[in-house]
């Protein structure tokens, strides 16, 4: 086996599982491993996990690559990870209790107040990000009023990659893309703005030092390498957080493409150097420093296809038939005219933050009637996602002023050509879908192949790195159906139920 460091691994500490991924200089997995975790939900949409298990998936993971490919192979490790989860941790690292997640929706009232008493204009010129429950900034004021204890007994606010990073140099540092989905940066300055953590009774002394993407933050420590079988001294390499990272594993590094990664969440950024804040997206840092991805993120990407099928579609699992039930209503739905025969969705089946960052938002459905079956729902949740799709990314291209020419599509949805095709279709522009559905990951190892010295600089690691396969192409009558569904229907739909929608859950929310 050879000896010589050509490899890197890429670590994506996700929501349901550690995946680490061993990558050559071309971007080839060479071999890889995963371990899951736990999601626990004590109460309706809440959601928590072990911070213990986040390192022992990581360490599970690393040890199933390293038995394959060797650890002097390996020239460095960088990590991304599920963003604004946090865990608040002791002087040595320990979890004082679990780890709040991105996707839990507690601090609804929270939210409120800050607008009351900052103002979401304010936050979202600050921190490129209007008030929402998927950040930290608002469960970090929840614990100030539920758990005060909690805050009183905390060292420091850790971030996953913190978490990890710390467990593996002993050091307690994260990266500016990583820090900055929590809601606590100052985006000008790429740092934590104090002011901000002051203005709501946030001690600064309790956050980690912020370091820029791609540099070395600190190497493996004999206790780590005992952990992981990685080699004392192997290099650890600033991260991203999964969304910033899959636009650079999809080779997103300058104007005219944007990528948009079917996942969990559905998330679809672009890239600018300049820093726009504008409240029809959300902006964060670019793994690439210095630059910035305006970004959409809607928290129910296949989490609602994943949902409908469990609910609905639970009989179909049974069928004598080499195709799973997603397969089964894929073919269905593949038969129906776009619009889904007049049902319309709009999937804030986990609220929603751009364009409308309204905590109390609840998913929609439209067009009912009795000729509607399972397919027309199927459908009329990949269309939907699509528009939600459409709706935010016209507002990046009109806030920055770059037009998108074309999207380079990942994640799980991706999978689905019929997916794919509604895409182009109700965009009206061509859809690319990237040649590894692990883009997120391969992010994490562009960034750990240039702070290797593999190569020059970042956007020239993700260019050698990346490729792409199969693009779907608009048709053009299909697409003219879209565009008036899209304009004439679905840009109404939530505007005008939206203050129905917010007392609905305010009466019904259990607080």
């Not at 996700?14 to 991924?21: E, H, L, R, Y």
């Not at 380079?408 to 965009?427: E, F, K, P, Y």
């Amino acid at each position: 086996m050879s000896t010589s460091k050509d490899l890197v691994i890429g670590v994506d500490s996700s929501t349901t599982a550690c995946k680490a991924i061993a990558w050559d200089k071309h971007g080839k997995i060479i071999a890889q491993g995963r371990a899951t975790f736990d999601l626990i939900s004590p109460s309706p949409n809440w959601y928590e996990q072990s911070a213990n298990d986040w390192w022992k998936a990581f360490c599970a993971s690393i040890q199933d690559v390293v038995a394959q490919v060797g650890a002097q192979r390996i020239a460095a490790l960088c990590i991304t990870h599920q963003r604004e989860s946090f865990v608040p941790v002791d002087e040595n690292c320990r979890p004082i209790r679990n780890g709040i997640l991105w996707l839990d929706d507690r601090s609804r009232l929270q939210i409120e107040q800050l607008d009351r008493e900052i103002g979401s204009d304010k936050i979202q010129d600050l921190t490129g990000k209007g008030p929402s429950t998927k950040q930290s900034l608002p469960k970090l004021m929840w614990l100030q009023q539920h758990e005060p204890e909690v805050i009183q007994r905390t060292y420091k606010f850790m971030d996953v990659h913190a978490y990890l990073v710390y467990h593996l140099t002993g050091n307690w540092i994260t990266s500016t893309p990583s820090a900055d989905p929590m809601g606590l940066l100052d985006m000008r300055s790429g740092t934590w703005s104090t002011e901000l953590m002051q203005q709501v009774g946030l001690n600064p002394e309790q956050f980690v030092e912020i370091a820029p993407p791609g540099t070395i933050i600190g190497e493996v420590t004999e206790a780590a390498s005992q952990a992981t079988h990685l080699v004392a001294g192997t290099p650890i390499v600033a991260g991203a957080g999964d969304g910033q990272s899959a636009g650079l594993g999809a080779n997103i590094t300058g104007p005219g493409r944007a990528y948009l990664n079917l996942g969990t969440a559905m998330v679809s950024g672009a890239h600018s150097d300049e820093y726009v804040a504008s409240k029809a997206f959300r902006t964060l840092c670019s793994p690439i420093a210095g630059a910035f991805v305006p970004e959409e993120v809607l928290g129910g990407g296949t989490f609602t296809v994943s949902w409908f099928v469990d609910n609905f579609g639970p009989d179909m699992r049974g069928l004598s038939l080499p195709l799973s039930a997603e397969e089964v209503l894929e073919i269905a739905a593949a038969k129906l005219p776009p619009g889904s025969l007049g049902l319309m969705l709009v999937p804030y089946w986990n609220t929603v933050m751009p364009p409308y960052w309204d905590p109390a938002a609840t998913g929609i459905t439209i067009g009912w009637t009795g000729a509607h079956r399972r397919e027309h729902f199927y459908r009329a949740i990949l269309e939907g996602i699509a528009y939600e799709h459409r709706l935010t990314m016209e507002g990046v291209e009109k806030a920055t002023g770059q037009p998108i020419n074309e999207f380079i599509l990942m994640g799980g949805g991706s999978r689905s050509t019929l997916w794919c095709q509604i895409v182009a279709d109700i965009n009206g522009k061509k859809v690319t879908r990237a040649s590894t559905t692990e883009a997120t990951n391969l992010g994490a190892g562009i960034l750990a192949a240039y702070a290797a010295g593999w190569y020059g600089s970042v956007p020239e690691a993700a260019n050698a790195m990346t490729s792409t396969e199969r693009s779907f192409e608009p048709d053009g009558k299909t697409h003219a159906v879209y565009d008036r569904l899209f304009r004439e229907v679905y840009c109404d739909i939530f505007p005008a139920l939206q203050r129905s929608i917010d007392h609905l859950t305010r009466l019904t929310y259990d607080t």
